[in-house]
């Protein structure tokens, strides 16, 4: 069995997006592999949305977070009333991410030590998520409040490892 790691963007996608990481995770989990990802909005959420419906018992799914869930919830709630995401997002992706750790309490990778959600700890998730992946398929994805380089670093880091890596680009500034 290889570990596929899925990246991506949390800020934007569109239904095209979300077909095509629909379509590779069921691929990748109907052939018997599992994924690895990071627990974001956006293609994360897609991802392992779709790797639940093929695998509910979430053996070949691994999902690494850059706190507790506890810590991750907080902060998604804060980023919420903030404004920065709607409190709806926030909670999907809290019952999504405890939904997961009911189906399988090994499937989420909690890191117990970070205090602090912020970009250094959002990049050391991606590291994990690289280090536990055999190959690694990233959807970046250019809106106008990101670049994706969040998706950037991981592929990055992958290609660095001499993992294999294939990049889908999307660009949703064009109208």
Not at 63 to 73: C, G, K, Q, S
Request: negative net charge; contains cysteine.
């Amino acid at each position: 069995m290889k570990w596929v790691g899925i990246s991506g963007g949390w800020h934007r996608t569109n239904q095209k997006i979300e077909d095509d990481v629909r379509g590779i995770v069921r691929e990748i989990m109907e052939r018997g592999d599992g994924i690895v990802s990071g627990g974001a909005l956006g293609i994360d959420s897609i991802a392992l949305d779709e790797a639940m419906k093929c695998n509910p018992g979430a053996d070949r799914i691994k999902i690494f977070l850059p706190a507790t869930l506890d810590r991750y919830a907080k902060h998604y709630r804060k980023r919420a009333q903030e404004g920065v995401i709607t409190t709806g997002q926030a909670e999907d992706l809290i019952n999504q991410l405890t939904g997961l750790k009911g189906a399988s309490p090994k499937a989420l990778v909690e890191n117990l030590e970070n205090e602090v959600i912020d970009k250094e700890n959002y990049y050391k998730r991606n590291s994990n998520v690289v280090a536990a992946s055999d190959e690694l398929i990233a959807f970046r994805i250019k809106t106008e409040l990101s670049e994706g380089m969040g998706t950037h670093d991981t592929v990055k880091k992958a290609e660095e490892n001499g993992i294999p890596v294939k990049v889908y680009n999307y660009d949703l500034t064009e109208k």
